[in-house]
């Protein structure tokens, strides 16, 4: 009995031993599975608009001395940004466009100043046009054609717009160019008709080059 006693605390001392208690100070216990991978969310791609290239020419008609004559004229544009979002083999374009009325431009005083007039552009000196591409675009070097669909703010009036685009990409520089047909008077405009009919058509040409994003 003495003798088996003897083994029984042995046994216990070295289990002891084997297996020391854990104290207060001890460092907590790290876990020494790999870390679980995050995925890293595609980087968009941002060029801003070079408003010293950039315009918006516009083509109205009116009433001359020996009929209907042509109007041309431009506007700068004042800024903002093509937004690129990777999206499988192409990407998603997003656009913001400002117009700046103040740059507005005629071949002569009278129509300018029924233009400026129409839009009132001493009280509503910008309009943007926002919108995003109606499907993915691809960026391979060939010119490529696609809808942007979005909202034009003019003349203090909101609605929605689709704009066609024919864009080609190369070295950084995305160039597109497209037009459309406006009716002045959804934009509550007041156009007076004796003198310039309220349907001009816009054409945009387009010029952003790529900013550089931080890594």
């Given at each position: 009995?003495?003798?088996?006693r003897?083994?029984?605390?042995?046994l216990?001392?070295?289990?002891?031993?084997?297996?020391?208690?854990?104290?207060?100070?001890?460092?907590?216990?790290?876990?020494?599975?790999?870390?679980?991978?995050?995925?890293?969310?595609?980087?968009?791609?941002?060029?801003?608009?070079?408003?010293?290239?950039?315009?918006?020419?516009?083509?109205?008609?009116?009433?001359?001395?020996?009929?209907?004559?042509?109007?041309?004229?431009?506007?700068?544009?004042?800024?903002?940004?093509?937004?690129?979002?990777?999206e499988?083999?192409?990407?998603?374009?997003?656009v913001?466009?400002?117009?700046?009325?103040?740059?507005?431009?005629?071949?002569?005083?009278?129509?300018?100043?029924?233009?400026?007039?129409?839009l009132?552009?001493?009280?509503y000196?910008t309009?943007?046009?926002?919108?995003r591409?109606?499907?993915?675009?691809?960026?391979?070097?060939?010119?490529?054609?696609?809808?942007?669909?979005?909202?034009?703010?003019?003349?203090?009036?909101?609605?929605?717009?689709?704009?066609?685009?024919?864009?080609?990409?190369?070295?950084?520089?995305?160039r597109?160019?497209?037009?459309?047909?406006?009716?002045?008077?959804?934009?509550?405009?007041?156009?007076?008709?004796?003198?310039?009919?309220?349907?001009i058509?816009?054409?945009?040409?387009?010029?952003?080059?790529?900013?550089?994003?931080?890594?």
């Amino acid at each position: 009995m003495k003798v088996a006693r003897l083994l029984i605390l042995a046994l216990a001392l070295a289990a002891c031993s084997a297996a020391p208690a854990v104290t207060p100070d001890d460092p907590p216990l790290v876990s020494r599975e790999p870390p679980t991978p995050t995925a890293t969310a595609p980087l968009k791609r941002v060029f801003a608009v070079d408003t010293e290239v950039s315009v918006m020419r516009y083509r109205a008609t009116g009433q001359g001395a020996l009929g209907v004559i042509h109007i041309p004229g431009t506007f700068k544009l004042a800024g903002q940004d093509v937004v690129l979002t990777p999206e499988g083999n192409g990407y998603w374009l997003d656009v913001a466009l400002v117009v700046d009325g103040e740059t507005a431009t005629a071949p002569n005083g009278l129509f300018l100043n029924v233009l400026r007039t129409a839009l009132e552009i001493e009280r509503y000196p910008t309009a943007v046009f926002t919108g995003r591409s109606e499907t993915p675009i691809r960026l391979d070097g060939e010119p490529v054609d696609f809808v942007v669909t979005g909202s034009l703010e003019l003349h203090g009036q909101t609605r929605p717009l689709a704009m066609p685009l024919a864009m080609t990409y190369a070295g950084g520089v995305l160039r597109a160019t497209g037009e459309v047909m406006l009716d002045l008077r959804d934009f509550e405009a007041h156009v007076p008709d004796a003198i310039m009919a309220s349907q001009i058509v816009f054409a945009a040409d387009i010029t952003s080059r790529e900013v550089a994003q931080p890594r």
